[in-house]
């Protein structure tokens, strides 16, 4: 059964600084394209920032440049650093996973099969 865990939210103010951990069991996530998304209240669940089986990565226009997904295959942990942050990312954190292989350029809420609970992130002013 696959299961997907996030952490590390909380509430930061403006310019700081956090980093989300989502930890798999059932899947290992070198062989999955996998993803991070947010969901603000009263907004569309939307595409943050995605890694291919080969480490290559793409973000959305919102966030490139100040947050980083990575992956560490001997914990089977992904991560999203977020950097810089700034009210408007405020929002529930989703980390996904999908052993389809679509294009980087594919962010939609579709395209995974497996999510995690959501961890919230809060940026005050």
């Known amino acids: 059964q696959v299961q997907l865990v996030e952490s590390g939210g909380g509430s930061v103010q403006s310019g700081g600084s956090l980093r989300l951990p989502c930890a798999a069991s059932?899947?290992?996530?070198?062989?999955?394209?996998c993803g991070w998304f947010r969901q603000a209240p009263g907004k569309e669940r939307e595409g943050v920032a995605v890694?291919?089986?080969?480490?290559?990565?793409n973000y959305a226009d919102s966030v490139k440049g100040r947050f980083t997904i990575s992956r560490d295959n001997a914990k089977n942990t992904l991560y999203l650093q977020m950097n810089s942050l700034k009210p408007e990312d405020t929002a529930m954190y989703y980390c996904?996973?999908?052993?389809?292989?679509?294009?980087?350029?594919?962010?939609?809420?579709?395209?995974?099969?497996?999510w995690g609970q959501g961890t919230q992130v809060t940026v005050s002013s």
């Open positions: 059932g899947l290992t996530y070198y062989r999955y394209r």
């Open positions: 890694i291919n089986t080969i480490g290559s990565t």
């Open positions: 996904a996973a999908d052993n389809r292989l679509y294009g980087l350029q594919r962010m939609r809420r579709d395209d995974f099969a497996y």
